[in-house]
């Protein structure tokens, strides 16, 4: 088992700043490729971003590439996601999430989750 707990959500306004952390506990951190969903009311959760579990490969969705970077500090057990530029489509619950299938984009390569955070972009 691997328990996720998202942190750093908040409002902000358009074009600021935002770092969201994710802390693990449980199984071996560097194990698990980790990554960002986002879930906007009335509408699907989809990916953010994603990163290998040494930190060397990352992915992210277009929508937010230039924008947001995934980090990772395995020696603290937590995963990061710093977002700037932020618009008011932004605006989700962030959710962080852990597997060991790869980069993936989907829910469903994902094995555990955190209870998300919510970020509101106010314009």
């Known amino acids: 088992q691997v328990q996720l707990v998202e942190s750093g959500g908040g409002l902000v306004q358009a074009g600021g700043s935002l770092r969201l952390s994710c802390a693990a506990s449980?199984?071996?951190?560097?194990?698990?490729?980790m990554g960002w969903f986002r879930q906007a009311p009335g509408k699907e959760r989809e990916f953010v971003a994603a990163?290998?579990?040494?930190?060397?490969?990352?992915r992210y969705a277009d929508s937010v590439k230039g924008r947001f970077t995934i980090s990772r500090d395995n020696a603290k057990n937590t995963v990061y996601l710093q977002m700037n530029s932020l618009r008011s489509e932004d605006t989700a619950v962030y959710y962080c999430?852990?597997?060991?299938?790869?980069?993936?984009?989907?829910?469903?390569?994902?094995?555990?989750w955190g209870q998300g955070t919510q970020v509101t972009v106010s314009s």
């Open positions: 990163l290998s579990g040494g930190g060397g490969r990352t």
């Open positions: 449980g199984r071996t951190f560097s194990n698990y490729y």
């Open positions: 999430a852990a597997g060991q299938l790869g980069l993936g984009t989907k829910s469903w390569e994902y094995d555990y």
